[in-house]
C-alpha cells in the first residue's frame, strides 16, 4: 500500500525483468530504455517524413528532443518515456500509416504505462474518428471499425482498476498514500492560481520561445478557409486540442498535478505544428521578412537555453524535466565522502524529497544506511540543495540565518549545502 502509486506496475516489472537477466544496476536500468527512446526517434522521424518531408524530418526529432522536459526525463528511468513511445506509435498507426494491430498495441501499452496513459488513449480514440471537418455523422459501421483497436487496451485498463479497486478500496490515490497531498482538491481561489500555474508551464524552461513564434504564423492560422486548403494544419490543431482538453484541465482542480512532464503528449503536439509551419507547404511570409530558418534557430537555441533555467531557491521548479538536475548525482556523491570522512551518520542527518531513506534506492547499491526526513527540533545536521522543493521559505531563512555551514559545494545552478545546528549541545561545539 504504501509504494502503491495506483498505476498498473508494468514498467517496474518490465525493469525488474531486466535486472534478473542482466544484474541490478543503474546502468542496466537506463539501458532498459534505450529500445523506448530509440522507438520515439523513429516514429519523431517518420511522423516528420509525413508532415515536411523527408529532407527536414531530422528538424521535428531535433526540435522535440531539445525540449527541456523530453531531454530530462530521457536521463532518468522514467515511464513517461514509454507514455510517449506509445502516443507517437499511435499517431503514427492513425495519420501517417494505417495499421490497426499496431495501433492496437500502441493502445494496450499506453493503458499499461500509467492512467495518464489512459486518458491519451482516450485522445488517440477520438482522433481516429474521420467525423472532423465534415457533419459530424459517423456510420456505426465506421465507429466498429476505429473502435476495434482500442478494445483489448481498454478492457485490460478497465480490468486492472476494478481489481485494484476491489483489492484496495481506491483509485488513484487514497489519504495515506504518500501522494495524497497532490490530490487535494483546490478551492475556486486555488484553481485560478493553477490556471496561472498552467500558464507559466507553457512559457517554462526556454518554451516561451515557441509560444512566441507561433504569433508570427497567427494571421497564416486565421485565414479564411484556410482549414478547407491545408488538411494537415487543421488535424494538427485538432490533435493538439484534443490532447490538451482529455488531459489538462481535469489537472486544474487538484493542488499537485502540474508537473511539467505531465504535458508531454501536448507539448509534442505543439512540436508537430510548430515543425508545419516553418517547413511545410505553405506560402505564409512572416512579419518584418524574416527568414523562416532564422527564426526557426532562435526558437531552437531559445528551447534548448531552457535546461540551463535555474530559479531562486524560494522558487520550486520541475528538476526531473530539465537537464539541470545532472550535476546534482556527483554532489550527492561527493556530500556523502565528507560525511563518511568527518564520521556523521547519514541516519542523524535530515533531508528532503528526492534524498530520503536507504541509499540502495537511489543507487541500486545495497546500502541500508540513508538520510532521514528533516527535523528541525531535533536533528544536528540538515542536507540541503535547490533540488529539493519541500523546503519553505521559512526553513530555508532559518538555515541561512541561524544555522552553520559546513559544508558546500556548487555546480551548473545546483547547490548542495550540509548546516550543522548550534542550538542542540549534542551536535557538540
Known sequence: MEIDSGHVPVFGIYIAFCWKIFGKSL???????????????????????FLIGKKNAPWLLLLCFADPVLAGQSVLVSPDIWLVFFFLMG???????????????????LGLTSMRGMMVAVGLFIFSLPSFGSDFKLPAKVLIQKLWPFIPGGVLAAAFLFYHWQ??????????????????????????????????????????FICMSFLFFLKYVLRKNIFQKDNKLYQLIVLSAI????????????????????????????????????FGKNNHRLPFRIPKKWLFGIVLFGLLSGNMWVYPKKISQG?????????????????????QKENIDLKKTGTAFPNIGPRKWYELNGRTV???????????????????????????????????????????GVCLIIYKNPNIELCGN
Not at 92 to 103: D, G, Q, S, T
Not at 180 to 190: I, Q
Open 27 to 49: 546502468a542496466v536500468s537506463h539501458f532498459a530504455t534505450v529500445p523506448f527512446l530509440l522507438g520515439v526517434g523513429f516514429f519523431l522521424l517518420k511522423i516528420g517524413e
Open 167 to 208: 483489492e484496495t478500496g481506491w483509485i488513484g490515490h487514497h489519504p495515506d498514500s504518500p501522494w495524497a497531498p497532490s490530490f487535494a482538491k483546490v478551492d475556486f481561489r486555488g484553481f485560478v492560481k493553477n490556471i496561472g500555474v498552467l500558464g507559466w508551464r507553457m512559457l517554462d524552461f526556454g518554451r516561451i
Open 91 to 109: 499517431i503514427y498507426c492513425i495519420w501517417v500509416r494505417e495499421n490497426k494491430w499496431l495501433l492496437m498495441l500502441a493502445v494496450v501499452g
Open 370 to 412: 540513508g538520510f532521514k526526513e528533516k527535523d528541525f527540533s531535533k536533528d544536528c545536521f540538515i542536507l540541503y540543495s535547490n533540488i529539493m522543493n519541500d523546503f519553505s521559505d521559512a526553513q530555508i531563512d532559518e538555515l541561512e540565518n541561524k544555522w552553520t555551514i559546513i559544508y558546500e559545494e556548487i555546480k551548473s
Open 243 to 278: 490532447v490538451f482538453f482529455v488531459t489538462i484541465p481535469t489537472q486544474l482542480i487538484y493542488k499537485g498535478l502540474l508537473a511539467h512532464r505531465y504535458f508531454l503528449p501536448f507539448f509534442i503536439c505543439l512540436h508537430f505544428l510548430l515543425i508545419y509551419l516553418f
Open 319 to 339: 528538476w526531473d524535466s530539465t537537464l539541470a538536475h545532472l550535476p546534482w548525482y556527483g554532489l550527492i556523491e561527493n556530500a556523502q565522502d565528507y560525511l
